[in-house]
């Protein structure tokens, strides 16, 4: 089993309208979880981080965790063509605490 | 412009030859990561510091590879000798602390012939 483990995709969902995207993880020590969006050729860009139960928002990004059912998401509201990329969900888990990735769902919003 | 610096951007070698890429965490940053990304494993993580300790290189191959910190503002990862396997993007990124984020560098996008 994967340390964290997401959908691979790809989704596309039209202009305008929610995506929301999924991830688990293994280790039930972990502490912090983050999303980072990486469009192609680019670097990771850190763009929510969670760190206890329930959601969090930040304009059209709302994460969510739920640490019993080792599941955190994103919704990214209004989805805008802009936001087409991959979304990866990175945990800190291990002894050492070492930010570990999912594969990274591929995201594409139709105009 | 606080922002995590790697060299060189681009690395064209031959099979054999000994490949280094440098990296300059964002200044206070005591956290250092070195991940590999390539299409079919996405982003491993290589090796992990920590106020330049090493805490984590169990995702490095040890006969070829080696990630030091000879400096608070300088990390080097080092594949000796490179083989056309090792081609991939290679991130730095550089945190503060632990449990919290990590912002990443533009990349060093290797290819071995």
């Known amino acids: 089993q994967k340390e964290v483990e997401q959908n691979s995709g790809p989704l596309s969902v039209p202009e305008g309208a929610i995506a929301s995207l999924n991830c688990t993880y293994s280790?039930?020590?972990?502490?912090?979880f983050f999303w980072y969006r990486q469009y192609s050729g680019k670097s990771p860009e850190l763009i929510m981080s969670?760190?206890?139960?329930g959601d969090k928002e930040d304009g059209r990004f709302t994460a969510q965790l739920n640490k019993a059912s080792q599941y955190v998401s994103l919704l990214i509201r209004d989805s805008q063509p802009s936001d087409s990329a991959t979304y990866l969900c990175?945990?800190?888990?291990?002894?050492?605490?070492?930010?570990?990735f999912g594969s990274g769902t591929q995201l594409t919003v139709l105009p | 412009d606080a922002r995590v610096t790697q060299t060189p951007r681009h690395k064209v070698t031959e099979m054999g030859q000994e490949v280094t890429m440098r990296c300059q965490p964002i200044?206070?940053?005591?956290?250092v990561f070195w991940y590999r990304q390539t299409m079919m494993q996405g982003l491993e993580l290589l090796a992990y510091?920590?106020?330049?300790?090493?805490?984590?290189d169990s995702g490095m191959p040890k006969d070829r590879f080696s990630a030091e910190m000879p400096d608070a503002t300088l990390a080097t990862l080092k594949i000796q000798p490179s083989e056309p396997r090792d081609s991939a993007v290679y991130f730095c990124?550089?945190?503060?602390?632990?449990?919290?984020?990590?912002?990443f560098g533009q990349g060093t996008r290797l290819t071995v012939v």
């Open positions: 510091f920590r106020n330049r300790a090493p805490l984590d």
């Open positions: 969670i760190y206890s139960n």
């Open positions: 990124a550089s945190g503060f602390g632990r449990d919290t984020e990590a912002f």
């Open positions: 990175a945990v800190t888990s291990g002894s050492a605490r070492q930010l570990t």
């Open positions: 280790d039930r020590g972990s502490q912090s």
């Open positions: 200044l206070g940053h005591n956290t």
